[in-house]
Each structure stands twice: as structure tokens, then as C-alpha cells.
T-cell receptor, first 112, second 110 residues
Framework: NAGVTQTPKFRVLKTGQSMTLLCAQDMNHEYMYWYRQDPGMGLRLIHY???????AKGEVPDGYNVSRLKKQNFLLGLESAAPSQTSVYFC???????????FGPGTRLTVL | DAKTTQPTSMDCAEGRAANLPCNHS???????VYWYRQIHSQGPQYIIH???NNETNEMASLIITEDRKSSTLILPHATLRDTAVYYCIVRESGYSTLTFGKGTMLLVSP
């Protein structure tokens, strides 16, 4: 099993550009999450999903959109990137409420 | 979720036990204590969790005080690979999300 994978690993954007980060899991997990981590900080939840076709806002949702069209994939979109969105983005998945979350390796995004 | 307080950093000699404290004085009866760690540049990794009884698995032990206001994560024989940021998180039963603080940076030295 690959676990949780993230694409791409690195990306540099210019202000105003758009992009989509892909998260995939092969553990048949219902729940998926997107976090961001800024230098010296803990992770902050952006959006999450409790099942295929559902999404919900986390702590810092502004400037991001998400979609969960397939159970195994969770996409994070930036419609108009801003320098404040420079961060490391982590995706995670879990079987259900209360179960451990498995994290991907992260995507390092720089917005110039 | 209840707030947690952890020391910013700790040191431990290789081979010795690492005892990482966490204060969660406002924890409520249906909130669990979770521990995750994050090795540099990697995604966080689950370690252990508990409600009120002490717990042990292949990675660590979790000791929760009787009043549940604090807990200690114990790595019995720390290795250099245990150098990481350790996060203590309190989460209410039935909630799916985690709230990460800044954690404790554990440095294991030879």
C-alpha cells in the first residue's frame, strides 16, 4: 500500500495563478483532510471531508476550495494564489471519527 | 477542544527514556488525549491515544493522571530517529478533526 500520496511535491506560483493539489489514499478511508503548516507553527486545518461528495470548512478555509468526487481522492484548489498561501500543505486520511489520521509527505508551495 | 500546554523543547540522551509532559487542565470527560510526532520535513505520525487509563503500544506509553489534567508520553529507549516535534492534542469523542499546537521539539543526542 502506498498510503497517502500527494502531487506535486514542490511548486512555485506567481501571484494570481491557480493550481490544484491532489491527495490520494489507497486505504479505503472515509475521512480526508487538508492542512497547511507555516514555519515554526503547528498544522492548521483548511478543509475536510467525511465521505465522497461531502466537504466542510476547517480553521483557515479562505482562498481555498476542495472537491471529493471520488472516495480515494481529495483535491485542494487555489483559484488566485497569494504570497500568504506560501506554505507546506499536508493531506491526511482516517477510517472514521476517532481513528488515527495518516498523513502524506506534503507539498511545498511558494507563491511569488 | 481543551487547550494543551507543552514545553517548547527538551533534550534526551540516546538510550535513555524520554518523558514528554502535557498539561490539559480544562479537559472534559469525553475528550481523548492524542499524541502525534513530526520528523523534520515529513507528515505527522500517530503515536498513541487514551481516555483515562494508561496505554502502551510498540512505540510509546501514555500515562494520564487520575484527574486527567495532565499526561506524559514516554519513549522508553530514545534513539536518534526519535528526534522530532511531538504534539499533544485533546479531541472530543465524535469529532473527526485535530487541532495542532506548536508541540515539543525533542532532540535526542548521542
Amino acid at each position: 500500500n502506498a498510503g497517502v500520496t500527494q502531487t506535486p511535491k514542490f511548486r512555485v506560483l506567481k501571484t494570481g495563478q491557480s493550481m490544484t493539489l491532489l491527495c490520494a489514499q489507497d486505504m479505503n478511508h472515509e475521512y480526508m483532510y487538508w492542512y497547511r503548516q507555516d514555519p515554526g507553527m503547528g498544522l492548521r486545518l483548511i478543509h475536510y471531508s467525511v465521505g465522497e461528495g461531502t466537504t466542510a470548512k476547517g480553521e483557515v478555509p479562505d482562498g481555498y476550495n476542495v472537491s471529493r468526487l471520488k472516495k480515494q481522492n481529495f483535491l485542494l484548489g487555489l483559484e488566485s494564489a497569494a504570497p500568504s498561501q506560501t506554505s507546506v500543505y499536508f493531506c491526511a486520511s482516517s477510517y472514521s471519527t476517532g481513528y488515527e489520521q495518516f498523513f502524506g509527505p506534503g507539498t511545498r508551495l511558494t507563491v511569488l | 477542544d481543551a487547550k494543551t500546554t507543552q514545553p517548547t523543547s527538551m533534550d534526551c540522551a540516546e538510550g535513555r527514556a524520554a518523558n514528554l509532559p502535557c498539561n490539559h487542565s480544562t479537559i472534559s470527560g469525553n475528550e481523548y488525549v492524542y499524541w502525534y510526532r513530526q520528523i523534520h520535513s515529513q507528515g505527522p505520525q500517530y503515536i498513541i491515544h487514551g481516555l483515562k487509563n494508561n496505554e502502551t503500544n510498540e512505540m510509546a506509553s501514555l500515562i494520564i493522571t487520575e484527574d486527567r489534567k495532565s499526561s506524559t508520553l514516554i519513549l522508553p529507549h530514545a534513539t536518534l530517529r526519535d528526534t522530532a516535534v511531538y504534539y499533544c492534542i485533546v479531541r472530543e469523542s465524535g469529532y473527526s478533526t485535530l487541532t495542532f499546537g506548536k508541540g515539543t521539539m525533542l532532540l535526542v543526542s548521542p
